[in-house]
C-alpha cells in the first residue's frame, strides 16, 4: 500500500476562498483522522471517522469547516470561507480498529493570504 | 485520557544515547503507552508501544517501571537523523490518538 495519500501538498489561498483538503486513507482501515499542526497549538485533532462516519467533530474550530467520508477510500475537509489564521499544516491518519498506531499522511501546508 | 508530561526539549550529540522520560501519574490499568516520532515537514510516526517492563524494536527502547506512572523512550547511538519531535500518549488500546506538545530532540554533530 503507499500509505495514506493527500493532496494537494501545498496550497496558498486568498482569504475568503473556499479550500478543500483531499485524503486517501490505507485501504482495509476503518477510522480515519484528520489533523491541524501549527506552532501555537500543536497537533489538534478535528475530527475523526469511524466505517464512514463522523464520530466525533468537537475540534472543528468554526462552521467554516467541514468534512466529508463518501467512502472507504476518500475524505475531504472543506474551509469556506478560509481566512489567514487557518494557515496551518492539515493531516489525514488512518487506523484499524483497536490498533492505537495511526498512520499518517504527508500534510498539505495551507497558507492564507 | 490520562495526562502526560514531558520536558519541551531536549539536546544530544552524535553517537551518545538519549533517554526521553514521560510523566503520566493518572494512567488506568487498562492504558497503553505509546511514542510517535514526527521529522520536520512530515507527520507523525508510530516507533514503539508497551503496556508494562521492557519492549524494544530496531527504532527503539520503552522502559516502563512497575507502577507504571512513567516511561522511558530510549535511543541508541542517536545521529543527525534522529533529530525529530518525540510524542508519549497513554490510553487503550484502539484509543484516538491525541498528541501534547511533545519532546523537540536536537542532535548535534
Known amino acids: 500500500d503507499a500509505g495514506v495519500i493527500q493532496s494537494p501538498r501545498h496550497e496558498v489561498t486568498e482569504m475568503g476562498q473556499e479550500v478543500t483538503l483531499r485524503c486517501k486513507p490505507i485501504s482495509g482501515h476503518d477510522y480515519l483522522f484528520w489533523y491541524r499542526q501549527t506552532m501555537m497549538r500543536g497537533l489538534e485533532l478535528l475530527i475523526y471517522?469511524?466505517?464512514?462516519?463522523?464520530?466525533?467533530d468537537s475540534g472543528m474550530p468554526e462552521d467554516r469547516f467541514s468534512a466529508k467520508m463518501p467512502n472507504a477510500s476518500f475524505s475531504t475537509l472543506k474551509i469556506q470561507p478560509s481566512e489567514p489564521r487557518d494557515s496551518a499544516v492539515y493531516f489525514c491518519?488512518?487506523?484499524?480498529?483497536?490498533?492505537?498506531?495511526?498512520?499518517f499522511g504527508q500534510g498539505t501546508r495551507l497558507t492564507v493570504v | 485520557l490520562a495526562k502526560t508530561t514531558q520536558p519541551i526539549s531536549m539536546d544530544s550529540y552524535e553517537g551518545q544515547e538519549v533517554n526521553i522520560t514521560c510523566s503520566h501519574n493518572?494512567?488506568?490499568?487498562?492504558?497503553?503507552i505509546t511514542w510517535y516520532q514526527q521529522f520536520p515537514s512530515q507527520g507523525p510516526r508510530f516507533i514503539i508501544q508497551g503496556y508494562k517492563t521492557k519492549v524494544t524494536n530496531e527504532v527503539a527502547s520503552l522502559f516502563i517501571p512497575a507502577d507504571r506512572k512513567s516511561s522511558t523512550l530510549s535511543l541508541p547511538r542517536v545521529s543527525l537523523s534522529d533529530t525529530a519531535v518525540y510524542y508519549c500518549?497513554?490510553?487503550?488500546?484502539?484509543?484516538?490518538?491525541?498528541f501534547g506538545r511533545g519532546t523537540s530532540l536536537i542532535v548535534h554533530p
Open positions: 491518519a488512518s487506523s484499524f480498529t483497536g490498533r492505537t498506531e495511526a498512520f
Open positions: 471517522f469511524n466505517n464512514n462516519v463522523p464520530i466525533d
Open positions: 500518549l497513554v490510553g487503550l488500546l484502539g484509543y484516538i490518538p491525541t
Open positions: 493518572n494512567i488506568a490499568t487498562n492504558d497503553y
